[in-house]
């Protein structure tokens, strides 16, 4: 456990420096020292950075392991869908977008370690618990969204009620059933797929334990 701690930890260190280095760059090198809130780091691309660095210092063993699950379904969803449309990756400076492609290469690859860990939580009361975190990070982004606003352009996970939605399929949804309705299925749709991943995850596992026996 202690290995895996580690190597988690590091990681988040890893995702908070160059987090801070991309912060740095789109602040004082492409907005002329106006920090510019549509890219505060809580989307839910960022929060592995916060739940590997919680995940590496919390003591409760079933925290910890709701905190890896967080990781092995909905850090590894992020990762792999945000390469169905690529376009949020690109930058006017092209190492934050090598950073932007690095970054979530390293959720799918945080995500998997975190299954293979077996140290997650893969009974279904477990991916309760992780989906609970997801959701409380959609009120907490939806608070964020509401108070600064009137700073500035922002639109954590998505789900500001200020902007139209823009995610691919949810557009369409948006479109034809109007804006808030597209923001609801884009927010469940979201642990839906987490969630099927989690299934995935526990045929794997009980297939990886008949072929050890």
Not at 39 to 46: A, E, G
Not at 205 to 210: G, I, V
């Amino acid at each position: 456990m202690k290995k895996h701690r580690r190597i988690i930890f590091c990681s988040g260190i890893l995702m908070l420096s160059t987090e801070i280095w991309k912060q740095w760059c789109l602040t004082y090198y492409l907005n002329h020292g106006q920090y510019n809130w549509w890219y505060f780091p809580f989307q839910l691309c960022s929060i592995p950075m916060y739940v590997c660095l919680l995940a590496s210092q919390v003591k409760s063993l079933k925290i910890y392991r709701a905190l890896l699950t967080f990781l092995m379904d909905f850090g590894l969803l992020a990762g792999i869908f945000t390469f169905f449309d690529t376009s949020g990756l690109h930058y006017g400076y092209a190492p934050l977008t090598i950073h932007s492609f690095g970054w979530h290469i390293l959720l799918i690859i945080l995500g998997i370690y975190a299954g293979l860990t077996k140290e997650a939580d893969y009974s279904f009361k477990g991916f309760c618990f992780c989906a609970l975190i997801y959701l409380s990070c959609c009120l907490l982004a939806t608070a964020l969204n509401l108070v600064l606003y009137h700073y500035g352009s922002i639109n954590m996970f998505y789900i500001s009620p200020h902007y139209p939605m823009t995610q691919k399929v949810f557009q369409g949804i948006a479109l034809f059933f109007g804006n808030p309705a597209g923001i609801l299925v884009y927010t469940f749709s979201i642990p839906a797929g987490a969630f099927l991943l989690h299934c995935l995850w526990r045929v794997f596992l009980s297939r990886l334990k008949k072929t050890s026996l």
